[in-house]
């Protein structure tokens, strides 16, 4: 694999610190968004490989993930909010347009993007997208989350030092991303579930109809939460998409070749091509 640069930051939006790395160099920016309370480290193996093939890129922790901050009032999370930041990332680079994607939350998030700032969007990458056929399994599965960080805090908390006691040097790179996932806090937890399910998850279909740019859409069969039929929806959806499907929800985890490959060849094709207007025309 080439080597390349990569410098960890942070700034400041509406005064909370979000923490940022920045991988290799170049005007043809991406930025990777994280899922659902994962950190920002997910996605530096794809990071690596994008930046190695020239390829600017920032992954990002949103606010509640990571290590960014993690604030207890459920009203500053929401996918608009989510949204905010990564154009505020943008702002901090000065960048004009970013090709920007994501999984599962991040991929909803690349979605607001497009659809509040279409202006700034290069082109899409969509990983498992959480709409209408996944919501409620999504509800199923956070919901006690939100119970059990509310009612028995003292478990959150308990898992929280047990998975920071362990060198993340000693274990896999994947089971190291769990043990980051399982650290959490609970009034931030909360808070940040109920936000986010208790608003807005994704732009209309209408809206979406309207995403005129460039978009790799990817679907996993057998997930109950990032339903396949969400996936299928979203590719009919977006005038410019490309619909491909994963083997399944791991291999972009463990045998990330073949979608490494297809997302290299997209983020370069989004950028040979001449930058268009973010909406369809008579839209």
């Not at 909370?16 to 530096?44: D, F, K």
């Not at 478990?155 to 040097?169: D, H």
């Amino acid at each position: 694999m080439t080597l390349v640069s990569e410098r960890i930051g942070r700034f400041f939006h509406e005064d909370y610190r979000i923490e940022y790395t920045e991988y290799g160099a170049g005007e043809n920016w991406v930025i990777l968004l994280h899922g659902q309370l994962m950190p920002r480290r997910m996605h530096q193996p794809l990071a690596r490989k994008l930046a190695g093939n020239g390829a600017h890129v920032l992954t990002v922790d949103l606010l509640g993930h990571g290590r960014s901050d993690r604030p207890v009032d459920p009203l500053v999370y929401s996918m608009t909010a989510f949204g905010e930041q990564v154009v505020a990332l943008m702002d901090e680079f000065d960048i004009d347009q970013a090709v920007i994607g994501g999984t599962s939350l991040g991929a909803n998030v690349s979605l607001e993007v497009a659809d509040n700032a279409p202006e700034r969007v290069r082109g899409l990458i969509l990983e498992m997208p959480v709409l209408d056929n996944g919501l409620e399994a999504g509800m199923l599965a956070f919901g006690p989350l939100m119970f059990i960080a509310r009612f028995a805090p003292f478990s959150i908390n308990l898992l929280r030092r047990t998975t920071k006691a362990v060198p993340r040097g000693v274990v896999p790179f994947w089971a190291g991303i769990v043990l980051d996932t399982l650290n959490q806090r609970p009034a931030a937890l909360r808070a940040a579930v109920h936000g986010i399910f208790f608003g807005r998850i994704a732009p209309s279909s209408k809206r979406r109809q309207q995403i005129g740019v460039p978009a790799l859409v990817i679907g996993h069969p057998r997930d109950p939460i990032h339903q396949f039929a969400d996936a299928e929806m979203l590719a009919e959806e977006l005038p410019a998409s490309t619909f491909v499907k994963a083997k399944g929800i791991l291999e972009w985890r463990y045998r990330p070749l073949r979608l490494d490959d297809i997302a290299i060849g997209f983020v370069d094709e989004c950028y040979r091509a001449p930058a268009k207007g973010r909406r369809l025309q008579g839209t």
